[in-house]
């Protein structure tokens, strides 16, 4: 309502959100994905656009589509992610809720791999990606503002995400612990841990919606 107005507290602001899994290919027939849907970083980008910002949408191939209202700039890989990261900055604030593919198939085929009969089996090798989050963070012209990362673990969430946060060099981590009893990944719910300057700050479990409108809320008031 506030961004079709023309108004909110981020009008005027330009922030880019990443989101969802990398598609990393190992022939043109298949590829190395993970479990991540989109469905956090997308609540964030309509939450961003709720409070008047305008919105850079840089999105793999998620399971839900992308919000209305905002730039959106989809991409399959990694390296096609940071790539479009480049093109969209400058932003007041960017928001990397992407799942990137650590790792992608170095030798990759340029054809579909076949059997050849003999039962031998391929070999991936593998190059590891740019880390999209610490290079924007360590920008020395036009860094964001306030740069924020996600962290997704299974165990020793905070101390991880301290650490994260520390050797990013983001100024906030949002941390999750995505262990398969919490049905957080592919769920509608999340339970977050803010990691800032000032320390770790436990939010209670709340939709993905409702933790996009926190944390829009907090980006807004970070900004002002
Ligand atoms: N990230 C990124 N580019 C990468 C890897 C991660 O921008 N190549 C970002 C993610 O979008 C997230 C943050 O970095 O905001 C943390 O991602 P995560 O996978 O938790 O951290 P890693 O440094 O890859 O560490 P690990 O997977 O080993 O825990
Ligand atoms: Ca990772």
Partial sequence: ????????????????????????????????????SGAQGTAIAAALRDLGARVSFVTG?????????????????????????????????AVFAAAVAD????????????KDGSGSLPTLEFAENPDILASVSQLQAGRPKLVVGFAAETHDVERHATEKRARKGCDWIVA?????????????????????????????????????????LRIAEALD
Avoid: F
């Fill in 176 to 216: 999750n612990d995505v262990s398969p009893g919490t049905g957080i990944m592919g769920g509608a719910e999340n339970a977050v841990t803010l990691i800032t300057a000032n320390g770790a700050e436990t939010w209670p479990r709340l939709t993905k919606h409702e933790t996009a409108r926190r944390l829009a």
């Fill in 103 to 114: 790792w992608r198939v170095a030798n990759a085929a340029g054809q579909k791999m076949k």
């Fill in 1 to 36: 309502v506030e961004a079709a107005l023309g108004t909110g507290p981020l009008k005027g602001r330009h922030v880019l959100v990443t989101s969802g899994p990398t598609h990393e290919p190992i022939d043109p027939v298949r590829y190395i994905a993970n479990r991540s």
């Fill in 61 to 93: 191939p998620a399971d839900v589509p992308p919000p209305a209202g905002v730039e959106v700039i989809p991409v399959q890989t990694a390296q096609e992610m940071a790539e479009a990261v480049n093109s969209v900055l400058p932003a007041d604030a």
